[in-house]
């Protein structure tokens, strides 16, 4: 099985846009067990794209195209296809309908040269794209068989999981269904979070479930791959893993799957009937920001003051800004303003001059919890780092977890 | 002068990571004057390297490698190069005491795999990398050189900037020096721009400079690039058509260069001795980040409350959240509550219930100004342009331009 990807385009070549597409689809397609072995970029020129589509039809059993199936004349996919597979183009007049009614529903009349996007290369099979003008067509070029795909990510992303995902899946005989259970973190670094759960395969059949990261600083994903006839079971054979990896990573995992640590906070608040408050000093509002985008409607984030200097928020809240508790007086001073049920209030200070550079504090009716920490990196890395503890530190209290942990992010106070 | 990258690595094969190495590098290359005609990705497996770089050695005049030199196993580039050359891997001395060194500053002994990454192909150059251990080199293969790079983005970065930029241009014989002027603009989209430039080239002589754009919502970017044999002579070449530039944009232009619109808004405020507070609804707070980002420190920038409900806002400043004059009132509040020159609000309803669904106001002591607007496109659009819109007004009352003139982005009221 040899799958190549070939990405067109002035655009992605020059580097003006960054190749997100390619990434996108060749982890989609890994994920369903039809890993890619090689990828070519290269720009609107027919000589050019010829000799790619002659090597890869060489090298691959398939090859999907990406790009160059606009309406205007640097779009050259369908005629180099024809090229290379040596046939003509002929008009599909089914897919011209289909742009002229898309035109037509928009009150517009299709401009002439959108017919160039239904001419395919004779002996070509159309491949839907039901959100877009361009259409997606598969033929064989020498020993590979061909898909081309549009640029535009919402329409090649949409054919990537209806059309291309099943047809390569038929193509290569890939009978199995692939699942993948997924756990959010914080606080456990990659590489100790995979010595921690060395051996935990070992609870499934030999070699069935694969156990992979993906780590995008703070948050970690640890991620059970699975193979199986059907869905079903496909999840019973993960499920005494992700079990283990529930036990052995404990606290540290904040959400499963699609769940999200902003999800599980909204969650937890909805469920007691509360809801939150805000005040941050030096993390540029971002506390503020994630529970915001959660929550656009303010079902429970009432709001958030942002601010760089203690003394600003010191001022805003009526609090001394010497005074050492001035996390926790700001915490129950937004709580008290707002009547919330949580006030949450987090300090950074990434100059050096003051330990802990972090300082959060929860406050609800009947406590204060604080906690201190000096975390590992640049400016940049405290901030985002202190951001998600924050953040981690209410997901805690509400699920009843404890707050004050150590992670390992954190190093000792000087 | 045929260009090619190849990029290496499972990473980015597999689309984990999603390659911005390739796209700085050649958009680099490009303003540099040395256009990439051909890109390709393979894994950490030697025999498609090997293929990638035969194939590449018979296209190209120039190829540089990306990834590759780190210290552990599947980390080929060094050996499939020797072999692609049909040479022998020779130990750097100079190198390995640079990467001893290297760990000795930091306390800590090489670890010994760490010694690969000094061995190079026989007959190779040393290319400088003065931030990492992975050493990159040059050697001839085929009818190409090619030129190895770390992966590390930080390190390739520099190494193209300080090696193969100079190394590439005296390759090619390209003598003259680039130079690029941009412009960053607010409210008129890329094709109006386009029409309104037109032939503002002509201003130098033939063929000198050359307009490109790069729109990245909602700002634009307008560039002129220009190639002369000094950068004195590329300043005054392109000095007429900037200025030109500067006459038909007009009022959009927010900053020029390296300049941003957040540290125009800054050095506005300081050049009076102001500073600035801010109440957001339904922006997720995203002024405040953009204003806290760029004023760590808090010289500025007082704070900004960010909320998704009129009526939070309304009962944090005191205020009737049903009044019409909300927005003025509450660019009034923080400015009064901060003592702030500049009191900003921005209220934003992107459910289709209000009009307009945006509401801006900026109150001085003197006076309040108001503006009202629709943006074209879904919720998300409208927030990030709400954001934009937001500062624009606030930089455009600095520099004493006209606050209220209406945007390419913008719909009549319903």
Chains 1, 2 share one sequence.
């Not at 203690?310 to 001394?320: G, K, Q």
């Amino acid at each position: 099985m040899r799958i190549e990807i070939i990405c067109t385009g002035d655009e992605v070549l020059s580097g003006k846009t960054v190749n997100t597409n390619f990434s996108h689809i060749s982890r989609r397609l890994l994920e369903e067990g039809l890993p890619v072995t090689w990828e070519t970029t290269v720009g609107d020129d027919r000589p050019t794209l010829i000799e790619a589509f002659r090597l890869a039809s060489q090298r691959a059993d398939a090859v999907i195209v990406n790009g160059g199936l606009g309406p205007t004349k640097d779009d050259l996919s369908q005629e180099v296809a024809a090229e290379a597979a040596g046939v003509g183009l002929v008009l599909w007049p089914e897919w011209l309908a289909k742009i002229e009614a898309f035109y037509a529903e928009r009150g517009r009349a299709m401009p002439p040269n959108n017919r160039k996007q239904a001419m395919l290369p004779e002996g070509a099979d159309l491949v839907d794209n039901p959100v877009g003008t361009a259409c997606g067509f598969q033929i064989d070029i020498g020993k590979a068989r061909f898909y081309f795909t549009p640029g535009v990510p919402r329409e090649v992303y949409k054919m990537l999981e209806d059309q291309l995902i099943p047809r390569l899946r038929q193509l290569f005989g890939v009978k199995q269904v692939n699942y993948l259970k997924r756990f959010h973190s914080f606080g456990m670094g990659e590489s100790r979070v995979d010595n921690v759960l060395s051996g935990v395969e070992d609870l499934a059949p030999a070699g069935a479930v694969k156990l992979g990261f993906q780590a995008h600083y703070p948050q970690l994903e640890t991620k059970l791959a699975v193979q199986a006839p059907t869905l079903e079971q496909a999840k019973a054979i993960v499920a005494p893993v992700a079990e283990e990896v529930r036990k052995r990573l404990g606290t540290v995992i904040m959400a499963e799957d699609d769940e999200t640590l902003e999800g599980v906070i909204l969650d937890g608040l909805r469920a007691i009937g509360g809801d939150v408050a805000v005040a941050e000093v030096g993390t540029f509002g971002h506390v503020g920001v994630r529970l915001a985008a959660a929550d656009p409607n303010g079902e429970v984030f009432r709001r958030s003051a942002n601010t760089n200097r203690r003394h600003d928020l010191a001022t805003l809240l009526d609090l001394a800004s010497e005074d050492e508790a001035l996390v926790e007086n700001a915490a129950t001073a937004v709580r008290v303003q707002t009547g919330a049920t949580h006030g949450v209030a987090v300090l950074v200070d990434t100059s050096g001059a003051r330990d802990p550079q972090i300082e959060i504090a929860i406050a609800t009716a009947d406590h204060v919890i604080r906690r201190g920490s000096n975390l590992v990196g640049n400016a940049e890395r405290v901030r985002v780092g202190a951001v998600e503890m924050t953040l981690d530190s209410l997901r805690r209290l509400l699920t009843g977890q404890p707050v004050t942990e150590t992670l390992d992010f954190e190093k000792a106070p000087k």
